[in-house]
């Protein structure tokens, strides 16, 4: 059977979708840049913040002139070990000051996690999982089986901007130096004073100490900075690229333009992008 005319009008003008990326192809091919030439829309946003869990409660801070920026806690800084008014103070912060976010819950049931399994996600990959669902329910976009609702999948990516590892990842770390802490513990006059029962106790009590709630496993899912990304993708049926962008301080927006980057290639329809730090 011969192709008409008409057999290929419909192929390639009669579905919208199909319209749209034909002409964003011969945009990008006769553009100089390589770019679709257009404009991008921001159609949902979600927020967690220091005194603001909400982007309205957010503004509400900033017209009230909320000031967010407190001392922090004993429990998340030892202010007699660490802090030192000093500047040029070795191994000291000379601040105590810092943006917390006190109060915010992982509703691990929702993502289907147990408390144990919740416990083994960093609380960097908790807050932008729950953040990343805000904006998508913003938007409008969230279907009843808890994934994003789109015509392709594939066509969706996941940017997370961020740096400096979490609470999960610095306690690993620190187990990696357990055997050195050992040595230099080993080489102290107080430890040597002691009776070879007392030493053995004070060892096992170190190794207890580093391993804290993961005692014989590491977490390592829970603590890598890529997942952040990935798991936001898993959830939400997510299935185009999805990767994570560290720029230090200018994280959040050199994700923000790797966003736009991948919406004006004409690789992707959508992107879920945003940047989280939990230190």
């Given at each position: 059977?011969?192709?008409?005319?008409?057999?290929?009008?419909?192929?390639?003008?009669?579905?919208?979708?199909?319209?749209?990326?034909?002409?964003?192809?011969?945009?990008?091919?006769?553009?100089?840049?390589?770019?679709?030439?257009?404009?991008?829309?921001?159609?949902?946003?979600?927020?967690?913040?220091?005194?603001?869990?909400?982007?309205?409660?957010?503004?509400?801070?900033?017209?009230?002139?909320?000031?967010?920026?407190?001392?922090?806690?004993?429990?998340?800084?030892?202010?007699?070990?660490?802090?030192?008014?000093?500047?040029?103070?070795?191994?000291?912060?000379?601040?105590?000051?810092?943006?917390?976010?006190?109060?915010?819950?992982?509703?691990?049931?929702?993502?289907?996690y147990d408390p144990k399994k919740a416990k083994r996600l960093s609380r960097s990959q908790?807050?932008?999982?729950?953040?990343?669902?805000?904006?998508?329910?913003?938007?409008?976009?969230?279907?009843?089986?808890?994934?994003?609702?789109?015509?392709?999948?594939?066509?969706?990516?996941?940017?997370?901007?961020?740096?400096?590892?979490?609470?999960?990842?610095?306690?690993?770390?620190?187990?990696?130096?357990?055997?050195?802490?050992?040595?230099?513990?080993?080489?102290?006059?107080?430890?040597?004073?002691?009776?070879?029962?007392?030493?053995?106790?004070?060892i096992q009590a170190l190794q207890a100490g580093m391993e804290g709630e993961n005692t014989?496993?590491?977490?390592?899912?829970?603590?890598?900075?890529?997942?952040?990304?990935?798991?936001?993708?898993?959830?939400?049926?997510?299935?185009?690229?999805?990767?994570?962008?560290?720029a230090a301080c200018a994280s959040s927006v050199t994700a923000i333009k790797a966003a736009?980057?991948?919406?004006?290639?004409?690789?992707?329809?959508?992107?879920?992008?945003?940047?989280?730090?939990?230190?």
């Amino acid at each position: 059977k011969g192709l008409t005319i008409a057999d290929i009008h419909g192929l390639y003008f009669n579905t919208k979708t199909r319209l749209y990326r034909n002409l964003n192809t011969l945009e990008i091919l006769t553009s100089p840049d390589s770019k679709i030439n257009d404009e991008i829309a921001v159609v949902g946003v979600g927020c967690t913040l220091p005194d603001a869990h909400t982007p309205d409660a957010f503004w509400e801070n900033i017209m009230g002139k909320k000031y967010s920026i407190k001392p922090m806690d004993e429990n998340r800084f030892d202010a007699g070990l660490y802090y030192d008014p000093d500047r040029s103070a070795e191994d000291k912060s000379y601040t105590l000051l810092a943006g917390q976010v006190a109060d915010f819950v992982f509703d691990h049931e929702r993502f289907g996690y147990d408390p144990k399994k919740a416990k083994r996600l960093s609380r960097s990959q908790q807050m932008v999982l729950q953040t990343a669902y805000k904006a998508v329910e913003n938007a409008g976009l969230l279907g009843e089986d808890m994934r994003i609702a789109c015509d392709d999948p594939s066509r969706t990516a996941v940017i997370v901007a961020t740096c400096l590892s979490n609470e999960l990842g610095n306690e690993l770390q620190l187990k990696y130096w357990y055997p050195q802490l050992v040595s230099m513990l080993e080489k102290t006059e107080a430890f040597q004073a002691l009776s070879e029962a007392e030493k053995e106790t004070a060892i096992q009590a170190l190794q207890a100490g580093m391993e804290g709630e993961n005692t014989g496993y590491d977490p390592v899912h829970g603590i890598l900075l890529n997942i952040e990304a990935s798991r936001i993708a898993r959830h939400l049926g997510v299935r185009g690229a999805n990767y994570i962008v560290d720029a230090a301080c200018a994280s959040s927006v050199t994700a923000i333009k790797a966003a736009a980057g991948e919406l004006l290639s004409g690789e992707h329809d959508q992107v879920i992008v945003g940047g989280v730090n939990t230190h």
